[in-house]
């Protein structure tokens, strides 16, 4: 483990030299190191963004490490990653992030160009596509900010309350959405990123399974046997996962339907903003559901 991080430091030194040469990636003329702000991913950039959004003073500038539609976990970091984050003030992250080498790594190496970076771990449990903990997010992040520029914390908390309603609105009209299509107690295997987000659907979760090259062929047929037994509709793959072919290679030998959704927000075209986000995922659950009941049901 010491030799892999090793690697992967030097890795980091190696993109922390050439980042003097990326002058392409220093931020925009009216916008200082001050005004920046890097996130650790798009869950993280979306609410940051709405709620510094307005602001009369100080203007932001909201830049994303992760793209979202990739594994957080499986990321190369870039040249221009870091020298994004040496020109920045601050950093907010997963709690999670912080036990992955490559963000520890950089965050280390950053701060030898950049000591007055701040690294910010925000700590909510869950899935942050449901709404509940998407409005809990809100409300961490808020007071992170609140307590890094305190001039405007009393506006950032008011963007928080409103935020929060919001989401927890759009909630409420998506479970309806669900509950009308009879979605309650449908039997379904799902990846483990994706357990959280399917279980608020109201399915029932009958086996989950993580990454398609973590699992091994007798895994795999155990996967096919429990959801044949049990009679399951869909099978729920995870788009930043990295493979969408585990669903469609188990629904060849049951009668279930295969489906993909994302834990991010902009892992699907359009889809940049958490209501967005959400409303896509359910609008593929609901479409793969018809296609069973209309097919198996």
Known sequence: MRTKILGGT???????????????TQPSPDVTTADVIMTGTSLIAGIVQNLTDGLTEGKREVRNL?????????YDIKPSDVVALINSKVFIIHNWQLTQAHIVELIEAVQNQNPDLIVVAINVTGNWMVPQVQAQAVSK????????????????QE???ERAQAILAEGEEVKQRLTDAGVEGTKVL????????????GF????????PEDLTPAQVQELIDKAREVGVALVIDNLQSGSTTLGPAICEDIDAVPVTISNFPGGFEDTEIWEKAIDKNVGLLLAALHTWREQYG
């Open 10 to 24: 030097i890795t980091i030194l190696l993109l922390i030299a050439l980042a003097p040469t990326l002058s392409c």
């Open 66 to 74: 992760i793209p979202p539609g990739t594994c957080p976990g499986h």
């Open 141 to 156: 992040i808020a007071q992170a900010l609140s307590e890094i520029d305190p001039e405007n914390a009393a506006y950032y």
């Open 159 to 161: 963007r928080a309350e």
């Open 190 to 201: 799902c990846a483990e990123m994706q357990q959280g987000f399917v279980s608020w659907a």
């Open 204 to 211: 029932n979760i009958t086996a989950t399974f993580g990454r």
